[in-house]
């Protein structure tokens, strides 16, 4: 029997309750890549040469009520952990497509007005890659992987010519972006999971950004399941 929870989470922490967090972060990024699937907290405690009452306390403080004897998946935990360090947050966002669409939109003040800052446009013409587009750098877009990595991206925005549109969605599916706003008419799809909101140039981004915002809030719920 599983339990669903919805966390209300606290962003504002000691910083080391941060630490804390980190470290458990890459601790579970570690666990993942070995093939673990669960963890309880035991072993967090373990692994991290803390006390148990000590990882106990701390996801208490930050929402998340863990009782001792339960095991939870680490994905969905991981996502939980970079959304609470701020990972996740949709106020940056890359762009796929630096001709005059993309040039548009990165030189928009209804963009800058909504609180999101276009910080990389990304292109294939060799002829542009390496310019910039009002202090916005334009890189290969064989790189979008690695920067939204290193970067926590979580919202990418699609300007490519459309014969392009669903390639480009899918790179930035790959690179876990979990919200793709297309601007192109292309009917692109995108995999379960992954937030699609299709608009139109003329649209009013103000309003759309915040349907966008409020859809991302609900997008992850966090499972738990018993030991």
């Given at each position: 029997?599983?339990?669903?929870?919805?966390?209300?989470?606290?962003?504002?922490?000691?910083?080391?309750?941060?630490?804390?967090?980190?470290?458990?972060?890459?601790?579970?990024?570690?666990?993942?890549?070995?093939?673990?699937?669960?963890?309880?907290?035991?072993?967090?405690?373990?692994?991290?040469?803390?006390?148990?009452?000590?990882?106990?306390?701390?996801?208490?403080?930050?929402?998340?009520?863990?009782?001792?004897?339960?095991?939870?998946?680490?994905?969905?935990?991981?996502?939980?952990?970079?959304?609470?360090?701020?990972?996740?947050?949709?106020?940056?966002?890359?762009?796929?497509?630096?001709?005059?669409?993309?040039?548009?939109?990165?030189?928009?003040?209804?963009?800058?007005?909504?609180?999101?800052?276009?910080?990389?446009?990304?292109?294939?013409?060799?002829?542009?890659?390496?310019?910039?587009?009002?202090?916005?750098?334009?890189?290969?877009?064989?790189?979008?992987?690695?920067?939204?990595?290193?970067?926590?991206?979580?919202?990418?925005?699609?300007?490519?010519?459309?014969?392009?549109?669903?390639?480009?969605?899918?790179?930035?599916?790959?690179?876990?972006?979990?919200?793709?706003?297309?601007?192109?008419?292309?009917?692109?799809?995108?995999?379960?999971?992954?937030?699609?909101?299709?608009?139109?140039?003329?649209?009013?981004?103000?309003?759309?950004?915040?349907?966008?915002?409020?859809?991302?809030?609900?997008?992850?719920?966090?499972?738990?399941?018993p030991k």
């Open positions: 029997m599983g339990i669903t929870l919805i966390s209300k989470i606290k962003i504002s922490m000691e910083t080391t309750e941060r630490n804390y967090l980190s470290q458990m972060l890459t601790l579970l990024r570690f666990l993942k890549l070995r093939g673990r699937t669960y963890v309880n907290i035991q072993t967090l405690a373990d692994q991290m040469r803390i006390p148990k009452e000590t990882i106990y306390n701390l996801l208490t403080d930050i929402g998340l009520g863990i009782p001792a004897n339960y095991e939870f998946e680490i994905g969905q935990s991981m996502d939980l952990l970079e959304t609470i360090l701020g990972h996740h947050i949709l106020n940056e966002a890359f762009i796929a497509g630096a001709g005059k669409m993309g040039s548009r939109l990165i030189k928009s003040e209804e963009f800058r007005n909504c609180g999101l800052k276009i910080t990389a446009a990304f292109d294939i013409d060799l002829a542009i890659i390496g310019t910039d587009i009002n202090g916005v750098k334009i890189v290969n877009i064989e790189k979008l992987a690695s920067l939204a990595h290193r970067m926590h991206i979580a919202l990418g925005i699609i300007t490519t010519p459309p014969d392009q549109s669903q390639q480009t969605a899918e790179i930035m599916a790959e690179s876990k972006i979990q919200v793709i706003w297309n601007f192109t008419p292309a009917k692109i799809k995108v995999p379960q999971g992954i937030i699609l909101e299709n608009t139109s140039p003329g649209a009013n981004l103000k309003q759309v950004f915040h349907s966008i915002t409020e859809r991302y809030q609900t997008l992850r719920p966090w499972i738990l399941y």
